[in-house]
């Protein structure tokens, strides 16, 4: 059961990142993306990180993805540029894509792999809880700073959109 | 834990079902016979007018960081919430939820109760500059004519 769960979220995954790369039209992609991140989230699970699974589909899938759509709708003209995908520096993207290629293999070949037994894996949001309130306590309250800058920032930029817009009525 | 995620496949199985199957089943048995008329987008009547793609005003894009980081927070809160009572009954049963984690550091249901608040006024402090920057307003007497229909 657990194998076959790994391959059939595994297969999920794979091919609905492949259709994101692949599909010329860019709505189609950012809404493929949804069984992406809902297949990793079943793989989170199978590894017992079930925390981590259920922030996938709230964060990824519930507002990620939101602020994607609605970055497409802000392109100018997103209807007439889907269709076109125009490869550009071909010699230095193909230089870039072997080298990363080869560190890929590499490291896939030179990390030793263990096989462990799976045992039950214990739910694991009480851990968590007592970890961000004790040994974790810093990187917890330095998080509620990074979520402040992240909003202030966003704040201010669209806002200076917004200000340009209104000088230069184009 | 397996078992009580076994229910959510179950679900997610039987939703999947729901929406696949109707689509699958009406593929085979409709004729297709496609007219403009059909083929043209529902709009309760009305003959659609214009692109569908408009561009949206930029303000929804700041209530969705907004809430993107309202989401995050209450994820960061829902663990805490979990272990508090613990925490505040002087972590008796707490050393069974935490495992092998022995290390409390003296931290009581105050001193935990005071983390949580420090972790939510930074996060007010951005509240209160989108409010006080009018995000949170949606008609603003700022903008005039036209342009509220951007």
Known sequence: ?170 | MYEQYAHVLIFGMIATVIVVAPIVLFALIRPVRPSSEKLSPYECGERPVGEPWVQFNIRYYVVCIIFIVFEVEVLFMLPWAVVFNAFRDGGQNLQAAAGELKNLQGATGLIVFLEMLIFLVVLAVGLAYVWAKGHLEWIRETTKGPELLD
């Open chain 1, 1 to 170: 059961m657990f194998d076959f769960l790994f391959y059939l979220f595994a297969v999920i995954g794979v091919g609905a990142a492949l259709f994101v790369a692949f599909t010329p039209n860019v709505v189609h992609a950012a809404l493929a993306l949804v069984p992406t991140f809902g297949s990793l989230a079943g793989l989170y699970l199978l590894l017992g990180a079930d925390f981590i699974a259920v922030t996938q589909v709230a964060i990824y899938i519930g507002a990620i993805l939101v602020l994607m759509l609605f970055g497409i709708m802000y392109t100018h003209n997103i209807a007439r540029l889907s269709g076109e995908q125009v490869t550009m520096q071909v010699g230095a993207g193909l230089v870039v894509a072997l080298i990363t290629l080869f560190s890929l293999v590499a490291a896939v070949i030179s990390t030793d792999w263990p096989v462990r037994e799976l045992s039950e894996p214990q739910p694991t949001v009480r851990r968590l809880g007592v970890l961000f309130l004790t040994d974790y306590l810093l990187p917890f309250e330095i998080a509620s700073v990074l979520l402040l800058i992240a909003l202030v920032g966003a704040v201010v930029i669209s806002h200076s959109v917004q200000a340009g817009k209104s000088k230069d009525p184009s």
